[in-house]
């Protein structure tokens, strides 16, 4: 069956960096977009980001571009996000998704992890 | 960007009942939008894609309708587990966005 696994999330202090990365199984992992959503506790979903089945092209949103990083290792079934210059604001629960490609498009997010807590504080 | 208001932000129903959620566009998003249930401690789960595709495995209960700036989620009989939070989501453009979240609560 379909598995995404997140790890890597921990207690940071605030300007410090952290990576994140996504164990994928059970599908086609290189046909499919992988993306980063974010929550903080309490409070909706922000999606953080896309990578492209190739790795070769990565959306942002406003509020990590020039600070976050994703990539992927589709030999190893795996997708990553690297967090920079990190804020108190970036305190949250992360998701991977799994983005079907639907007619050489994305779509929705069909399949999620079960979320990693990241909290940045001093 | 893309914004999305969601309304009702909150709504107690009994089981039973027929819910509407809707989801309103900043701009014509087409038919780019997802709609999704998510329960307290858990990640969301896809109920609806292209608007009014309705994921496998979930009940048929479930409907999605709307294009362009307005969307509609319904739920035909309400039950037990379908108490959390929904949340409209666009696919027209990036950056993607979300809506506000539907509670629900069963009465």
């Known amino acids: 069956q379909v598995q995404l696994v997140e790890s890597g999330g921990g207690l940071v202090k605030p300007g410090e960096s952290l990576r994140l990365s996504c164990a994928a199984s059970?599908?086609?992992?290189?046909?499919?977009?992988m993306n980063w959503v974010r929550q903080i506790p309490g409070k909706g979903l922000e999606w953080v980001s896309y990578?492209?089945?190739?790795?070769?092209?990565?959306f942002y949103a406003d509020s990590v571009r020039g600070r976050f990083t994703t990539s992927r290792d589709n030999a190893k079934n795996s997708v990553f996000l690297q967090m920079n210059s990190l804020r108190a604001e970036d305190t949250a629960i992360y998701y991977c998704a799994r983005g079907p490609k639907y007619f050489g498009r994305l779509y929705s997010f069909d399949y999620w992890g079960q979320g990693v807590l990241v909290t940045v504080s001093s | 960007d893309i914004r999305l208001t969601q309304s009702p932000s909150f709504l107690s129903a009994s089981v039973g009942d027929r819910v509407t959620i809707t989801c309103r566009a900043s701009q014509d998003i087409s038919s780019h939008v997802a709609w999704y249930q998510q329960e307290p401690g858990k990640a969301p789960k896809l109920l609806i894609y292209?608007?009014?595709t309705l994921q496998s495995g979930v009940p048929s209960r479930f409907s999605g309708s709307g294009s362009g700036t307005e969307f509609t989620l319904t739920i035909s009989s309400l039950q037990p587990e379908d108490f959390g939070t929904y949340y409209c989501q666009q696919f027209n453009s990036y950056p993607l966005t979300f809506g506000g979240g539907s509670r629900v609560v069963i009465k």
């Open positions: 292209l608007a009014s």
């Open positions: 059970g599908f086609i992992f290189s046909d499919s977009y």
């Open positions: 990578i492209s089945t190739s790795g070769t092209s990565m």
